[in-house]
């Protein structure tokens, strides 16, 4: 699962900066391309609830290949589109479909115990971190060359098909996937106990006869099912939780929403530094992902106490650098911002998934990505009124939203600190 996540963010980046371009060239206004982008957005921010519920249902491994196939077909379309409508209809199929990552993080969390969670999670975003930061750079050289752009799209179609295969061909299905962690587990290995075995045994075999058998049902069943599901989750305890990661998506967005424009005009930097700074942040990241073993060590497990100290830090880096006085105090807030931002991230999932119960990971993922989607609406908005006022207004404003989450924190510490009493009303 880490090989095709690198695979996918590496195909993705490839191709997504050079959409643009390539949609300008077709004779496309700035305003058609941004409708077109904001659909985009708009369809991802509707999906990923009813995609990740509906992995639940019919099981993930299976709703992983169907998400892989057809964002494969999405970006062979984009291969294919020479006028401004068919590059508008390959971007539907994968504005519904690409939510690879949130089901493979889902189907994740459903092979390790809620111990090492965070570490496997923390890992698996380094993986595909990397991806990240590779892809670029190749999708650049190959837009250079003749049809580059029509190219590239094929060769990240290419890789999204080796990734159905990839996923096709994995040795374990969600039957058994308990009892093979419990074969492992008895060897002697240190990563379960006994009893978390014998739960992931049993909850394993339940999914895996339920997905088995939702395969069978009809759509309109599995709709009503999908949509009774997240009934649930609306109506359950949840909210302070997705609140806390709305807030903390919505500072850090806005850390970054002018970032390359806020070094030009306070200290005079040009965006290639900018640029070079941003690439940087997220090498670091990758690095905050492999530590977050120890860091969980450390924390004895404590995965609400990371989350909260994490957010402090995050809070207290993004108001050091809009009182920055010199480009050196940006670079060292930039460096340990990226390492709080990757454990936060990584910490709020598996606080989601741990309170809310694995039993609806999928679901749980999915709306999580949802609400990320509408930070990434609301941020932009709320960084083009902040920077009417300075430079810094859009950090200094994304401070005071993560120290409002951290207060929210705070005022449920109760529940948090008792992970696991707070589920899923039931259905």
């Known amino acids: 699962l880490f090989l095709p996540s690198f695979q996918d963010l590496f195909g993705v980046s490839i191709v997504v900066p050079l959409m643009n371009l390539h949609i300008k060239s077709l004779g496309a206004s700035h305003t058609v391309a941004g409708i077109i982008g904001s659909l985009y957005g708009i369809m991802q921010l509707f999906s990923s609830t009813f995609v990740g519920c ?19 077909l999405g970006y062979f379309l984009l291969g294919t589109s020479t006028t401004v409508f068919l590059f508008a209809i390959s971007r539907v199929p994968v504005g519904i479909f690409k939510h690879t990552l949130s089901i493979s993080k889902a189907l994740l969390s459903d092979l390790v115990s809620e111990r090492d969670r ?10 595909s971190s990397v991806g990240f930061i590779l892809g670029p750079v190749v999708g650049g050289y190959l837009t250079e060359l003749e049809d580059g752009f029509y190219r590239t799209s094929f060769i990240c179609a290419s890789i999204f098909l080796l990734n159905a295969g990839l996923v096709w061909m994995l040795p374990w299905s969600e039957e058994n996937t308990g009892n093979r962690e ?20 049993s909850k394993s075999a339940s999914n895996g006869a339920v997905a088995s058998d939702s395969l069978l049902q009809s759509p309109w069943v599995q709709v009503a099912t999908v949509l009774k599901r997240i009934k649930g989750i609306a109506c359950s305890d949840l909210w302070d939780i997705f609140l806390v990661r709305l807030l903390m998506s919505v500072a850090i967005l806005l850390y970054y929403s002018n970032f390359s424009l806020a070094l030009d005009e306070r200290f005079g930097v040009k965006p290639l530094f900018a640029g070079y700074l941003m690439s940087y942040s997220s090498a670091l990241g990758v690095l905050a992902g492999c530590l ?11 995965t609400y106490r990371i989350l909260l100290h994490s957010s402090a830090l995050t809070c207290t880096l993004i108001l050091l650098y809009a009182s920055a006085p010199s480009i050196w105090m940006v670079l060292l807030s930039s460096t340990f911002l990226a390492f709080s931002t990757t454990i936060g991230r990584t910490c709020i999932i598996d606080l989601e998934l741990t309170i809310g119960g694995n039993e609806a990971s999928g679901t749980l993922l999915g709306v999580g990505q949802s609400v990320t989607s509408v930070g990434r609406i609301v941020a932009p908005l709320l960084s083009g009124i ?42």
């Open 118 to 127: 965070p570490l496997v999670m923390g890992r698996f975003n380094a993986a």
């Open 54 to 72: 509906w992995s639940d249902i019919v099981g993930k491994r299976y709703s992983l290949l169907a998400c892989i196939l057809l964002s494969a």
């Open 386 to 427: 902040a920077q009417e006022f300075s430079p810094c207004g859009p950090p200094s404003l994304g401070a005071g939203l993560a120290l409002v989450a951290i207060l929210i924190m705070n005022v449920n510490k109760q529940k948090y600190c008792s992970c696991g009493s707070v589920k899923l009303k039931k259905q």
């Open 292 to 302: 977050l073993g120890p860091i969980t060590r450390l924390y004895q497990y404590n």
């Open 182 to 201: 419990h074969q492992q587990g008895s060897k002697g290995t240190d990563s379960f106990s006994a009893k978390a075995n014998h739960d992931l045994h």
